[in-house]
Structures are given as C-alpha cells and as structure tokens.
C-alpha cells in the first residue's frame, strides 16, 4: 500500500487510506534506517484530577495514622 506526501504549509501531510484503522488523533513519529514508525500517543488519566483526591484531607489522614503520632523521646534525643 502507498500513500501520497502532500506539502501543507510549512509541513508535510500523509493521507491515512480509509481501510487502516486509526486508533488516536496523536502519533509519535521515528526513523528506523529507511523506515518511518508511527506510534499511537497513550493519553494517561492524571488521577490525581478526580474530585475524591482535590477533596481529599491530608492533615486528618495523618492525625488518624498511629504510625505518624508523636513519639516520646526514649535517651537523649532532643525534639523541637
């Protein structure tokens, strides 16, 4: 199969033929020698952008660990 390069502006174009099933609107482009590899860019969800985690309280998760509670100092040790 062969596609045409086409000049568009400053930049060139491939047409994708109809039969080729795209699979994202972004593609990462390289050269491999004298071959040209097309790679589907792989959107990944930020999970800190959910409404649980911008709600989420930090400071009473903490107070809540017994394993983040004040210690009393056991020697010498000075605590500020």
Do not use: C, H
């Not at 390289?30 to 792989?42: A, Q, W, Y």
């Not at 990944?44 to 509670?69: C, M, V």
Request: glycine content about 4%; hydrophobic content about 30%.
């Amino acid at each position: 199969m062969t596609v045409k390069l086409r000049q568009v502006g400053n930049s060139k174009t491939l047409t994708v033929p109809a039969n080729i099933k795209v699979t994202g609107s972004e593609y990462t482009v390289k050269n491999v020698g004298t071959t040209i590899v097309f790679t589907p860019v792989v959107k990944r969800k930020n999970i800190f952008s959910t409404k649980d985690w911008q709600e989420y309280d930090y400071q009473t998760d903490i107070a809540n660990d017994p394993n983040l509670r004040p210690v009393k100092p056991v020697g010498r040790e000075v605590i500020d």
